[in-house]
């Protein structure tokens, strides 16, 4: 099964080209789908031991932006590799943390290599493609984080369940995720301090507010030659198997931009914890840059040219999810707010009293955001102020009440 393709991301892209999913969101689709096609098969050595290409990552945007062709494709793809012969698990996209581990235990995989010691190597490999991440995920619950913690880091994992007097004990595993959510799903998602927990610095965020123009009927034609060429090789490139070598050049390159600090890099506060795992991250996508061109067991200069481009690009965006999370969820209250206050306004023909809003507004946002919105509707002279025989209350002002 020789490959078809000069490199499967390439040809990944030019295949969803203007499908109505933004360009960052494909690529990451594309760069991840390698990576889970290469499970525990293909690593590359490090002081700290071996390192796998598995990946955690999200894609952020506002709904209807094409998340969902990214995802779709992403599990159309890997789910072709899977035949009697060829198994690939993809774990179900609702779950428990007990039901993941359970779809982890049994997705284990058996690789014979008779030139090799040792011949045979047993390992237990899982995908989880949801097209929500809130279906995966729908809420932040330590224990389960932790674990995925620890799954992305490709370590033994063990447990056992006193109710059900289950042992569970896996010494080599390897997990990866792709999924999408918008900001308000984030923003609801996670609590304060996840920021600086291990689960987050291991996602790798892909923000993107580009809408594509696209034809309603233009769909993806999976009967194409070009399909059918990208099929044949993501199941060439989950057949590698080995360490690729990293070249004393690319060591060198890769050195240097270690010891800038990986310039440029992702200054905001929320990204520290990231920040610290980036040169993880980017020798993850050295090995997949290669795997995706080249059979050759080798990562050169090039590889990591690529895999630089990719980590700036995607980063260069990531700030903008803190103020899309922000924007979105105070606007979308402010304008709830507002049109809460001019309903009762023109029903009731009087201002609508402050403890009205207030409740209101405690309904939808934290308590200690609500004073905080009043004030900025109030600025904004979508309110105005006035003392009634009850106490303060409000009249709904502005362009939006013209």
Same mark, same amino acid.
């Given at each position: ?14 295949? !969803? ?33 071996? =390192? ?29 590799? @899977? ?18 581990? $359970? ?18 190597? +047993?390992?237990?490999?899982? !995908? ?14 330590? $224990?389960?984080?932790? +674990?995925?913690?620890? =799954? ?57 507010? &580009?809408?594509? &123009? !696209?034809?309603?009927? $233009?769909?993806?034609?999976? &009967? ?30 890769? @050195? ?28 993850? =996508?050295? !090995? ?27 980063? +260069? ?31 009731? #023909? ?18 200690? #955001?609500?004073? @905080? ?5 109030? @600025? ?11 106490? =303060? ?10």
């Amino acid at each position: 099964m020789p490959r078809k393709l000069p490199n499967f991301i390439d040809s990944f892209m030019e295949y !969803t080209s203007n499908k109505g999913s933004p360009t960052l969101y494909r690529k990451w689709a594309a760069i991840f789908t390698v990576g889970a096609a290469l499970e525990r098969k293909v690593w590359i050595r490090t002081a700290k031991g071996k =390192l796998f290409a598995n990946q955690f990552v999200i894609c952020v945007g506002s709904a209807g932006i094409g998340k969902s062709l990214a995802t779709n494709i992403v599990d159309e793809l890997l789910r072709s590799i @899977r035949t009697p012969e060829t198994p690939f698990f993809i774990s179900p996209t609702s779950v428990t943390k007990a039901s993941l581990i $359970d779809a982890l235990n049994d997705a284990q995989r058996r690789v014979v290599r008779p030139m090799e010691i040792p011949s045979v190597n +047993t390992f237990n490999s899982l !995908t989880v493609v949801p097209n929500e991440f809130s279906v995966f995920l729908p809420s932040w619950e330590a $224990d389960f984080m932790s +674990t995925l913690t620890d =799954l992305w880091d490709c370590k033994h994992y063990s447990e056992t369940r006193r109710t059900a007097k289950l042992s569970i004990d896996i010494p080599d595993v390897q997990l990866s995720i792709f999924s999408a959510t918008t900001p308000a799903q984030l923003t609801n998602l996670l609590p304060e301090g996840a920021w600086e927990q291990g689960f987050m610095s291991r996602v790798i965020l892909v923000y993107s507010g &580009e809408i594509v &123009e !696209t034809d309603l009927f $233009d769909e993806l034609q999976f &009967e194409s030659k070009l399909y059918a060429d990208l099929k044949n090789d993501i199941k060439h490139i989950y057949s590698l198997w080995g360490e690729r070598k990293i070249t004393d050049e690319a060591k060198e390159v890769i @050195r240097a931009w270690a010891k800038t600090g990986g310039a440029p890099s992702p200054d905001h506060p929320k990204l520290i914890g990231y920040c610290a795992r980036r040169a993880a991250h980017l020798l993850k =996508l050295c !090995t997949i840059a290669s795997a995706s061109s080249t059979d050759e067991p080798v990562i050169t200069i090039e590889h990591v040219a690529e895999a630089l481009d990719w980590l700036a690009e995607v980063e +260069t965006f990531m700030p903008d999810i803190f103020k899309s999370m922000k924007i979105g969820a105070d606007a979308r209250a402010i304008d709830e707010a507002y049109h809460y206050a001019m309903s009762t306004y023109m029903k009731e #023909n009087k201002p609508v009293l402050e403890h009205r809003l207030i409740n209101f507004l405690q309904e939808r946002v934290p308590a200690h #955001n609500v004073g @905080r919105i009043l004030e900025v509707m109030e @600025r904004a002279k979508l309110l105005e102020k006035q003392f009634v025989g009850g106490g =303060l209350g409000y009249i709904p002002r502005g362009k939006r009440a013209a």
